[in-house]
Structures are given as C-alpha cells and as structure tokens.
C-alpha cells in the first residue's frame, strides 16, 4: 500500500500533526481540544505512517514501546490526583500555579492529568493498530 | 495464633463486672449513610457471655488446631477462615443494627461453608458445605427480609431500640409474616426440625471446626437471636405456640437419632441438635425461669461439648478411628484425655456438682412450671436420658473396659491437643461449684438482657429434696440403663434410619435437583447460543417495556419543530441517511466501510455545526482511525456472504425498524419537555472560578468529574490489553480448547 | 431540528440493530459502529441543539452566558467516542480470532466453544 506520494507527504505531515496535538493538548482547558483529541491525533500521525512506512518504521518512530505508554499514562493521571492529598484536599482536587509560564500558559494538576489521558490514548490507539497491522 | 483470641477473651472479660452491674455499651459509627445504616454495636450481659465463649473457646480450639493439623500443608487458609468466622460470629453477637447483624451473620454461613469444605478434594465434604451453605444462606436471606420488615414496623433498625417497641411490631399488619420470617433464620442458623440435618452432615469439616461453629458457637446464632428479640414477643402466645412444639420436635429427632449413630461425631452432632431443641423450648416456655435455665444450660452446654468433641479429635487422631465400637480401654494410655473426657461428660450427662447438673435441675423446674407441665417434662426427660447415654458413649467407653486392638498403638496426645477439653472440662466444674458467680457475673446480666427489669435467683447445688432431685436421679438411672443395653437400643431404634427418618433432607435433595433442572431448562431456552436470538430477545423486551411506558403517558411530541431546519443541514442529513442504507446494503465490503466513514464525518459535521467543536475533533480523528482499522483488517475477513433466508431478514427488518422508530419517539417525547438546568448553571457560573479553565467540556472531563475519566482511561487500556492479548497470545494452545467446568 | 436529528437517530439504530442481527461476522463491526453513532446523536439530540455557541467561556468573561451548548451531553459524548473506538477495535481484534480459530464467518456455526451442557 506505500507508495511514493504518501511515504513522501507523512515524512513532512508526520512533525505538523505530532506539534498540532501537543498544541491541542495544551490549549485544551480554554478552548476545543484536550487529552483525548490530542491523542487521537498524534496516534493518527501514526496511522498515517504505519500505513506509508510499515510498523516497524513506525514503532521506531515511536521510540518507547506502546503498552508502556498506557501505563505511564495511567500513572500521571493518577499522580496528577494525588497531589492534592498532600495539600489536604480530597483526592484530585485541581491545583494551579500562580504564575503562567512561557508558551505552555498556566500548569495545574489537571494539566498534568490531560496529558496522562493524552498518552494512555496514544498508546491504546497504537497497541491496537500495532497488533492488527502485525497480524 | 491463640494469642489474638486468648487477648480478645481478656478485653471481654474486663466488661463483665460493669454489665453485670446492668451497663450496656453502644458504640457506633456511621457506614452506608444513604441507606441510614450504621456500623452499631452494643454490649451487654447477653452479648458479652456469647462474646466470651466465641473468645474463649476460640482460644482452646486455636490452641489444639496448632497441633491437630501441624503437617497439614494448608494450615493458613484454616487458620485465616477460621478468624474470618471468629470475627463475623462476634459481629453477629455484637451487631446492635439489623442490617449489621445479617451482614455478619451471612458471612458465618459462608466462613462456615468454607471450613467444613475445608478438605476440598472429598466429594462428601463439598457436598456437606453446599448443603449447610444453601440451608442457613436461605434462612438469612428470610431473616434479611424479617428484620427489614421489622424494622420498618418498629420504626428503627436499631434492636436495643426495638426490643422496647414489642407493641407497635405485634399489631403492625404484617406482624406474622415479620415473625417467622425471622424464626425460619434462627431455625436454620440452629438446626431446628425441619432443618436439623445438615448439622450431622457438616461433621465432615475438621473436628476443631466442629467443636468450634458445630457445637460451642455458630449453631448457637439462632438462639441468641430468639434471646436477643424476645423482649418484643413477650406474653404473646404466637411465641410459645411455635417455639415450644419446634423445640420439642427438634430435641425428640435429636435424641432419638444420637443413639443410633455409631460414628462419635455424629452422634455428638445429634445430641447438639437435641440440646439446641431443648434450648428453643426453653425460649419458648418464657418465663424467668425458663430463660434463666436456658442461659445456663447454653453455657454448660458449650463448655462440656467443646471438650467432648475435641476429646473425639483426639481418639480420631491417636487412635485413628471415631467408631464408638472399635474404641476401648484406652485410659492406660492417655490418662489425662480420659480425666478431659470424664469431666466434660459428666457434666453434660447432669451430675452433681457440675454446671450440667445446675442447668438440667433449671430445665425441669422451668417445665414444671409451664403450662401442660408434663409433657414438656417428659420431653426434656426423654432428651436428658439420651444425654447421659450419650455421654457414656463419648466419654467412659472409649476409656474403660477392654483394650480394643486399634490399627495404631494409641498414646497419650500432646500437650497443646489435652489443654484444650481439659480446661472447658474443669471449667465446667468450677463455675457448678460457685453458683452464685456464675449467676451473678454471666448467667444474671444475660437474663437481664433478655427480659428486662428480672433480677435472676441465684442459681443453687442443693435444693433440698425435691422433685426435681428425683427426676435427675432418675434420669441418671435410665441413661446409665440405656448405655449398659446400647447395643439393643441401638438395633432397636434402627429403623428411623433404615425407614429415612431423615426426611427432610430428602426433601432438600428434591429441590436442589428440581433446581438444577428449572435452570437447565431455562439455559436451554435462553441460552441458545445464537446472538441473533439474544439480540431478539434484548431488543423486544425493550421495545415492550420502553413502549408501553411511552404509551402509558400522555407524550407532546410537537412535530412542527422540524421547520427550523437549514439548507445545508438538510443536504447533511440526507447524505447522513443514504450512506447509512449504503451501509446496510452495499454488496461489497469496501463500499460498506466506506460509507461507513461517511456516516462517521457526517456525524463530526452534526457535531461542529451545533456547537460541539470538541466532539467535532475527536470524532474526526477516530473516524480516520477506524477507517485505517477496519482497511487493515476487512481484506483478511471473508466475503460478505449472505446466510439468512429471505423471511429471517424480513424480521429482522421489521424488528430493527420497529426499535428505531421507538428510539424516534423517545427522542421527540424527551425534548418536547422543559429539561432541567441546575446542573448547566453549575457548570456555567463556576467552570472559570472553581477550575480555572474556560473549555467547560474540558473541564468537566478533567475536573469536575476526572474521576470518571480516571475510569474511562482504564477502560480503554483494558480494551487495547485485550486486543493485544487477543492477537498475540494465539500459538499459545491455539487448539486447545478451555477445560469446561460444570 | 431536534425532530430531524431524531428521525435520524431511529434510522441509525434500525440500521445498526438489523446489521447486528445479521450471520456475517464483518456484518457485526459496521453494525457495531453504527449503533454507537446512534448512541451519541441520541445524547447529543437530548441536550437539545444550539447552533454556534461552543460551552467556552469568551476571553474577559467570569461565567458562560446564555446561549451555550449544553456541556454535560458533551463530555459524555466525548469520552463515548473514544470507547466506542477501543470497543470496536475489541469486536474486531476477536472476530478476526474467532475467524481464524474456526474457518467460518457464519455466527451459527461458530458454536464449538460454548457449546451447552
């Protein structure tokens, strides 16, 4: 199914759709966008380059395996709800740093708990896409 | 591992000063607050002289377990179910909130099912548990249903609370059904006729398990149960009318069968069985008297039957048999279980000056005092008879007469296996020689817990002479008769177990089967195996239910709202509609996934055009994903084939059309209504204040509700695991089919 | 337009329950799918329609004034998409095994495993 146009255009969308989904990672909590569609567009980069590359080229790309991406992703979320039971709050309680800080904006806790959402989908979209292109 | 209980039996003894002084303790805390249930627990005479047997003998058995199973490989799954009862028996005793006392009193059942199928690779074992574990299971599930309707008739589910609304209970209009709804727990809990047999049955567990919930504790749940909502059936004549002839019935059935048991155990299963019915009669009779007798005869009676049954342990384990026949002349050799032996049995057989003699001499003033004296009189006599009997059997012929050449040279049991009766045995005899503590300290406040307001007699060794000194002599005589001439007696009973004197076990044998066959049947039914079928069934039941409550109100549905409708929705719609008939219909895979992709967009569109840009984003790239899945994965899938017959699609057809117009309906009814918005307002007013974002859908996902999402996450990781698992773990048994277990 | 979305919400399911009850197992996943589009317009129609008021609060503003799309339907909705994916790619990963295990796409002979008694 690769043919030259596509490997050719993933090559150069591939980096454009990895910092688009940061970027909705990011703005997620003031406008459209978040963990979950973050996500799904990182792992469509992915796709993409599974579909123009093959999976072994594409979980080179990867670098970390992607079950190992679920569980990390798991864990910031829940991590990121635990902070707040030092502070004497009830478990996931949102807490916000004063200051914002350049080009990521203001970081709380639930900054960090969508970026655990954002990684448990990456991972989950890749394991299973991973495990049905391998078969 | 007998220091936890031995501790525990110390901290209750520390409260018997103070409720014999008439103090009752409640703690409580609270649980399942929605349901208005509290973790209440209270303390009094009658909860702290359970709480100290279930303590005390608990210690003794842990004591002699450590030895009985010393090479058995799984001595901590005994020892840990083993606790787990110890704590939910004295949850039971100490529960002072309805809806607490079931809980633990289930988890007897089951900790109980768990011990006497302890040896789980015997198919009789097994067997035994499920019996004794259906049999009390039902029965809570009665109490469960009693004690919600009791509560409810006494306005609280706290007992300490309602023992004193007997009043408002007795003429609540369900009151009989509150009554023996409850009797049904109690009888199970302790074997009372009809439901005595799977006690001789559980004698399959381990003997320190039978010592410890088959005669000293567990059996006795019922009984205090009766005791403990006695107040609130006080001088009413339905209480009497039913215990008395149950408690008969159970302690006749009992007696009768002990003496035809040559296996000790069972026949010491049948003399509790006896001696439980004798304590339900007493209950029944009522009066201080009577209850007095009974709280004594509890007492002796777990004391004296540990020890006997422990002491069978023994000559299980030294002699290698519990056949009463291949037992004797063994006192030579263990010396000191024949004096634990002797001890427990001559207590239990009513000799002076032992506590058992204390509390039979109660029994018959109690029964003579009754109403139609003699004929529970006579009944508790024929019991004693078989008592002494009995006590013969476990607790002098093994020991006395000829030596019977056993398998194994039998010699004296160690240390941690005698300390054990020997203490319940000397026990025994101290508290029958200081009758005045135990009544002061343990016997008094429990009656006075069970009917209030009743300063108890003390409790005396010498009446002077009396009818009652008459009866104990002779039932002595006639016991003694009775063991000298067993084996005639026991030929001549015989034929109540040749004729199934059992037959309400029968009757439980029936109706497991018919069980076993309604769900076999209905499995056949349901459970075609078929997902066409299931899905049938699930769709028309929600058709009718759905529909007919659709019906059932009077529904605006204002079809001339669909004016608003814009130029370019419409055209999205109809491409919406047609590519799912494309969908339905298309001859060719591709073309189905395709426009399958084509729903999906169009469905994003619906999103981004009525203000759901979050939606409109991920349901753009899920569909790019799910294209990409179903492209990997449809080429390697077979060719659409039709199977069905013209007629089956033609149903099919009709039900799926007659589901979505349901769905239709719904919809229109639903938004025809004015809907509610304290929860939008919430969400609106304090997204930015509470939550510092400005993306609600955001913050409601990672927020407000992160927990969920928290869930939702996992969810999805469980799927892809699955996946992974699914298509990677194949050369593992790919032929091999998963053992079945039936 | 809540009247027309809910007509085409009844023709989704009907699709997706008809392709459901079909033999064909590829059958199954696009009535799988389509079931879980019905789902979502369904939410989506029961927090009523509102055109071009995203639940985003403007920049300067402390509170979401009316009008604004319900939120709540939204994030339900949102986290059912994502799981409706992994669902399918469940339903898929498994008949694609069971496929493979017993050389049939016809539900009705696929039996061997769970067969009664």
């Not at chain 3, 590829?26 to 939410?43: Q, Y």
């Amino acid at each position: 199914m690769s043919t030259l146009i596509l490997s050719t255009a993933t090559r150069y969308l591939m980096p454009l759709l990895l910092l688009l989904s940061v970027h909705l990672l990011l703005r997620g909590h003031n406008e459209p966008g978040g963990g979950f569609v973050g996500g799904l567009v990182a792992s469509a980069a992915f796709a993409l380059y599974t579909i123009a590359h093959g999976v072994d080229q594409a979980k080179r790309m990867l670098r970390v395996d992607s079950k190992t991406l679920i569980g990390m992703g798991l864990f910031l979320a829940l991590a990121s709800g635990t902070f707040s039971l030092f502070a004497g709050d009830p478990f996931m309680t949102g807490l916000w740093m004063k200051e914002k800080l350049p080009t990521i904006g203001k970081v709380g806790t639930p900054v960090l708990f969508d970026a655990g959402v954002y990684c448990v989908v990456v991972g989950v979209t890749l394991t299973i896409l991973f495990a049905l292109a391998e078969d | 591992m007998a220091s936890l209980p031995a501790l525990l039996t110390l901290y209750f003894a520390q409260y018997v000063p103070r409720t014999a002084a008439g103090e009752c303790f409640i703690f409580k805390t609270p649980w399942a607050s929605a349901a208005e249930v509290s973790l209440s627990f209270s303390l009094d005479g009658l909860s702290v002289l359970f709480a100290l047997l279930i303590s005390g003998i608990g210690t003794l058995v842990c004591i002699y377990s450590g030895d009985y199973l010393k090479d058995h490989p799984q001595r901590g799954r005994f020892f840990c179910t083993l606790f787990l009862f110890m704590g939910s028996m004295l949850g039971v005793v100490l529960a002072d909130h309805g809806i607490v006392l079931f809980v633990f009193w289930e988890l007897t059942s089951i900790s109980s099912y768990l011990l006497i199928g302890f040896d789980h690779r015997r198919e009789a074992a097994r067997s035994a548990a499920l019996q004794a574990l259906l049999v009390t299971g039902a029965g809570g599930l009665a109490l469960l249903a009693g004690l919600i309707l009791l509560g409810q008739a006494g306005g609280s589910m706290e007992l300490s609370t309602l023992v004193h609304r007997g009043e408002a209970v007795r003429s609540h209009p369900l009151h009989l059904a509150i009554f023996l709804l409850i009797l049904v727990g109690a009888f199970t809990k302790s074997a009372q006729f009809p439901f005595h047999f799977w006690l001789p049955n559980a004698m399959e567990a381990p003997t320190p398990v039978s010592t410890y919930l088959h005669s000293a504790t567990m059996v006795k749940a019922g009984i205090y149960l009766l005791a403990r909502l006695a107040p609130i059936w006080e001088g009413a004549s339905i209480w009497s009318q039913v215990l008395i002839p149950v408690g008969g019935l159970t302690l006749l059935t009992g007696a009768a069968l002990a003496l035809v048991q040559t296996d000790l155990k069972r026949l010491l299963a049948y003399t509790t069985v006896s001696a439980l019915g004798i304590m339900t009669l007493l209950l029944g009779i009522g009066s201080v008297s009577a209850l007095q007798a009974a709280t004594a005869f509890l007492l002796a009676h777990a004391l004296y039957k540990g020890a006997l049954f422990l002491v069978v342990g023994i000559l299980d384990h030294e002699a290698g048999t519990r056949e009463v026949t291949e037992l004797g002349g063994l006192g030579g050799a263990m010396p000191v279980t024949a004096l634990a032996a002797a001890l427990a049995a001559l207590s239990s057989a009513g000799f002076p000056p032992f506590l058992g003699f204390l509390a039979k001499e109660g029994m018959y003033s109690a029964t003579l005092q009754a109403p139609g004296a003699w004929l529970p009189t006579g009944m508790v006599l024929l019991a004693s008879v078989s008592f002494v009997a009995a006590a013969g059997l476990v607790g002098f012929k093994p020991f006395l007469g000829p030596k019977i050449t056993a398998s194994r040279t039998p010699h004296e049991a160690s240390f941690s296996l005698w300390i054990g009766p020997l203490t319940a045995g000397i026990l025994g005899l101290l508290l029958g020689l200081m009758p005045g503590a135990a009544s002061e300290y343990l016997i008094g406040p429990a009656l006075s817990a069970i009917h209030p307001g009743t300063v108890s007699s003390t409790l005396a060794l010498w009446h002077g002479f009396d009818i009652k000194l008459l009866l104990s002599g002779t039932v002595f005589l006639l016991g003694t008769a009775v063991y000298f001439h067993w084996p005639r007696v026991c030929r001549g009973l015989n034929f109540l177990n040749a004729s199934g004197g059992f037959a309400p076990s029968r009757w439980y044998a029936f109706g497991l089967e018919a069980l076993l066959r309604v769900s076999r049947f209905q499995t056949r039914i349901l459970q075609s195996g078929h997902l066409h079928l299931y899905l049938l069934i699930v769709i028309l039941t929600t058709i009718g239910l759905v529909g007919a409550s659709l019906l059932d109100h009077d529904v605006h549905v204002g079809l001339g709202r669909w004016k608003d409708i814009r130029p370019h929705e419409a055209i999205l719609v109809a491409v919406i509609l047609a590519a799912t008939v494309m969908v339905v219909r298309s001859p060719s895979r591709l073309t189905a996934v395709v426009a399958l992709g084509v729903v999906g967009y169009g469905v994003a569109m619906i999103f981004l055009l009525f203000s759901a840009p979050d939606l409109a984003m991920t349901q753009l790239s899920i569909e790019t994903l799910s294209v990409i899945l179903l492209v990997l994965v449809i080429f390697r899938l077979p060719r659409y084939s039709s199977y069905s017959n013209k007629l089956e699609r033609m149903r099919d057809a009709g039900v799926a059309l007659t589901a979505g117009a349901l769905m239709t309906a719904l919809i229109l009814a639903a938004t025809a209504l004015q809907r509610e918005a304290r929860l939008v307002d919430f969400f609106a007013k304090n997204t930015l204040e509470l939550a510092q974002g400005r993306n609600v859908v955001n913050v409601i996902l990672v927020d407000f509700r992160g927990v969920d999402t928290l869930g939702e996450i996992t969810v999805l990781s469980v799927a892809a695991i699955g996946v992974y698992a699914l298509l990677k773990l194949k050369d593992i048994r790919t032929n091999d089919t998963t053992p079945r277990n039936d | 337009m809540e009247v027309v979305l809910a007509f085409v919400v009844g023709g989704l399911y009907a699709a997706g329950l008809y392709l459901m009850m079909r033999r064909s197992i590829v059958k199954i996943i696009l009535g799988l799918a389509l079931l879980g589009h019905a789902a979502n317009l369904l939410l989506f129609t029961m927090g009523r329609l509102t055109r071009g008021h995203p639940p985003v609060l403007h920049e300067g503003d402390t509170q979401l004034l009316h009008p604004f799309a319900d939120p709540i339907p939204e994030a339900l909705i949102l986290t059912a998409i994502v799981i409706g994916f992994g669902i399918q790619a469940f339903a898929t990963a498994l008949i694609r095994r069971s496929h493979e295990m017993m050389q049939t796409d016809d539900l009705d002979k696929m039996r061997a495993s769970d067969s009664s008694d």
